[in-house]
């Protein structure tokens, strides 16, 4: 999980997605925008086309993938509660436990319980996007970036049990 102000999304993900890559990984980026596979329609919206798009991804072969939910924040947020939408993205994020995801959220919203409980590493990005930082890797806390010590830090107080798969 990530945590980072709305904008860090896109380009935390793509830099992250260089690196995968370069390690032989596929990346999915569930952003709700058609591709070819999806209808072309804008009738459709945001978070249907992305609720396809996840059920593709968690149904496909996940060896070797990664898949980014850029919106899960807006998908499945507590204060929201049930919508249509979290209900049927929870279910999906639970269907195939062996798929490695990386949920984006920002820090003003809160996650379902059901769905934080995913997530037992996050990465806090503390800097506001509209301040502008200069760009470079999102690290754990314990292995500080030099020029900025504490823009970036992780929080490791999510316990797990040997049944629970850890999701990044």
Same mark, same amino acid.
């Given at each position: 999980?990530? !945590?980072? +102000?709305?904008?860090?999304?896109?380009?935390?993900?793509? /830099?992250?997605?260089?690196?995968?890559?370069?390690?032989?990984?596929?990346?999915?980026? !569930?952003?709700?925008? @058609?591709?070819?596979? /999806?209808?072309?329609? /804008?009738?459709?919206?945001?978070? %249907?086309?992305? !609720?396809?798009?996840?059920?593709?991804?968690?149904?496909?072969?996940?060896?070797?993938? &990664? &898949?980014?939910?850029?919106?899960? +924040? %807006?998908? $499945?947020?507590?204060?929201?509660?049930?919508?249509?939408?979290?209900?049927?993205? &929870?279910?999906?994020?639970?269907?195939?436990?062996?798929? %490695?995801?990386?949920?984006?959220? +920002?820090?003003?919203?809160?996650?379902? @319980?059901? %769905?934080?409980?995913?997530?037992?590493?996050?990465?806090?990005?503390?800097?506001?996007?509209?301040?502008?930082?200069?760009?470079?890797?999102?690290?754990? $806390?314990?292995?500080?970036?030099?020029?900025?010590?504490?823009?970036?830090?992780?929080?490791? /107080?999510?316990?797990?049990?040997?049944?629970?798969?850890?999701? +990044?």
């Amino acid at each position: 999980m990530v !945590i980072a +102000d709305k904008g860090w999304t896109h380009l935390l993900f793509y /830099d992250l997605r260089e690196r995968l890559m370069a390690a032989g990984l596929r990346c999915e980026y !569930i952003d709700g925008r @058609p591709t070819t596979v /999806d209808s072309p329609s /804008d009738e459709n919206g945001v978070m %249907v086309t992305a !609720i396809s798009q996840l059920r593709r991804a968690v149904r496909g072969s996940v060896e070797g993938v &990664v &898949v980014g939910l850029p919106h899960l +924040d %807006v998908m $499945a947020a507590a204060e929201g509660g049930w919508t249509n939408v979290a209900r049927e993205v &929870v279910p999906f994020l639970y269907e195939a436990p062996q798929a %490695v995801l990386i949920g984006f959220c +920002d820090p003003t919203l809160t996650l379902l @319980p059901v %769905v934080d409980k995913l997530f037992s590493k996050r990465f806090v990005v503390d800097q506001s996007f509209g301040k502008g930082v200069e760009s470079g890797p999102v690290v754990a $806390a314990d292995q500080p970036f030099p020029s900025e010590p504490h823009a970036v830090s992780a929080e490791h /107080d999510k316990p797990s049990s040997p049944a629970d798969q850890p999701r +990044d």
